[in-house]
C-alpha cells in the first residue's frame, strides 16, 4: 500500500508473506481464511501513536 492510498478501506484475503503500510489514513480489515506473517508501516501515523504496544 502506498501513498497513493489515502482514505482507503483495504481488505486483504489470503495468505501474505509481508505487508508494507506507506500510506496515512488507511483502514486495514482481512476476511475469509488470511494470514499476514509480518506487518511494517513504514509511516508514522497518529492512529498508531497511542497504540498499545
Known amino acids: 500500500m ?3 492510498a489515502i482514505s482507503e478501506d483495504i481488505i486483504l ?6 505487508v508494507t503500510i506507506d500510506a ?4 486495514i480489515s482481512t476476511q475469509g481464511d488470511t494470514t499476514i506473517r ?3 508501516v ?3 501515523s497518529d492512529r498508531f501513536a497511542n497504540y498499545p504496544r
Open 2 to 4: 502506498s501513498e497513493g
Open 13 to 18: 484475503e489470503g495468505t501474505f508473506e509481508s
Open 24 to 27: 496515512s489514513e488507511v483502514k
Open 38 to 40: 509480518e506487518i511494517l
Open 42 to 44: 513504514a509511516k508514522k
